[in-house]
């Protein structure tokens, strides 16, 4: 009897009866999810560490430019609820009570008032609590957010598992930034937000080099906004490659004539 074979990635190795038609379409189908699994978490590995190394680590709370309290790698904390769930340690690794973390939260907000601490680096926030978030817990919670934002950029971009991953890092490099309600296609009419039209229309398109053109970003440094684009050149670069690369759809006279017998 001849057997079928599955190599699924994190488990053990499938010998299945080629007889077992319902066991080889389970393996099938859970081969399928786990090397979707694996390819979403190496596109977003590269996307973090192109934030991290834009964004930079924080260990203390500071205002960003637009008045929100930020940690970590960049990771904006709305409201104090959500402080007072941030594992946050004292000078000596010690756990920060949770009463502690919302005036930590509560007295950084209040700086926005003074015009001082407006636009001010972040290396140059006070710490008059003398907290700090560890790098291990900054790198995981931001993790986490891009995780949990994927489901979101993919309804905005059809067939974002099949852009080039030059293009996938940027799009998740936006949407970090910008989060999900200053990175849409339209917004509603009042809203301070900018919408992106011109940017998704050239996704959807898949011409990069026009996205690249439109995906310049306010507030951040030039060499983010550069490299961004530059991942956009690259995409187009990658794409154009790939359409090069497939097969041309015979003509009925060709089939006629015996031409190609594989085509899209």
Known sequence: MQNMIF???GQPRLTIPKTNGPAIRQAMEAQRKAIQAQNQWNHSDA????IKRHEKYRPYPYLDTRGNVTIGVGTMVPDESVMIDTPLVDLLGNPVSRKQRGQVFRDIKALWQQEKYRNLQAEYFPNPHKVT???SEADRIARKYIEEELPHIKNKFQG???LPDAAKTAIIDMQYNLGDAGFQRTVPEGSNKTPWPNFYSAIDARDFETAAREASRKGIGLGRNQE???L??????EWQQQQSQKPVAPTPEAQEKGGLLSFF
Do not use: R
């Open 232 to 237: 956009l050149i690259d995409a187009a670069k």
């Open 160 to 162: 974002f598992d099949t």
């Open 7 to 9: 190599d699924i990635p």
């Open 228 to 230: 961004t684009q530059q």
């Open 133 to 135: 978030l560890p790098e």
């Open 47 to 50: 996307a973090y560490e192109f």
